[in-house]
């Protein structure tokens, strides 16, 4: 079992940056796929980004690639969302959520097959 600590949302200016962070507890955190995903208000909650096991896969929505990048620190059980160029329909609760996966490689696309997840944290930025 693990669980997830979002932290560094807050309000930005559009055109600024934040860089998201989720703790991850437990000696197990390299056999969990990680993802990043956002729910702003009326609105399903969608995929923004996910990194494979081994951090060398991973995949963003198209309305962030260019902008979001994630990573993850396994010596620090961490998974990072860098978020750059914010716009004002980047505005959500932003959770983390991990998927324990058999390959390294692949990253995980499908919010049902995530097994653990944060609390979220909010981003909000203004125009």
């Known amino acids: 079992q693990v669980q997830l600590v979002e932290s560094g949302g807050g309000l930005v200016q559009a055109g600024g940056s934040l860089r998201l962070s989720c703790a991850a507890s437990?000696?197990?955190?390299?056999?969990?796929?990680m993802g990043w995903f956002r729910q702003a208000p009326g609105k399903e909650r969608e995929l923004v980004a996910a990194?494979?096991?081994?951090?060398?896969?991973?995949h963003y929505a198209d309305s962030v690639r260019g902008r979001f990048t994630i990573s993850r620190d396994s010596a620090k059980n961490t998974v990072n969302l860098q978020m750059n160029n914010l716009r004002p329909e980047d505005t959500a609760v932003y959770y983390c959520?991990?998927?324990?996966?058999?390959?390294?490689?692949?990253?995980?696309?499908?919010?049902?097959?995530?097994?653990?997840w944060g609390q979220g944290t909010q981003v909000t930025v203004s125009s």
């Open positions: 437990g000696r197990t955190f390299s056999s969990y796929a």
């Open positions: 990194i494979s096991r081994n951090g060398r896969s991973t």
């Open positions: 959520a991990a998927d324990l996966k058999y390959t390294v490689w692949g990253t995980t696309l499908v919010e049902n097959e995530y097994d653990y």
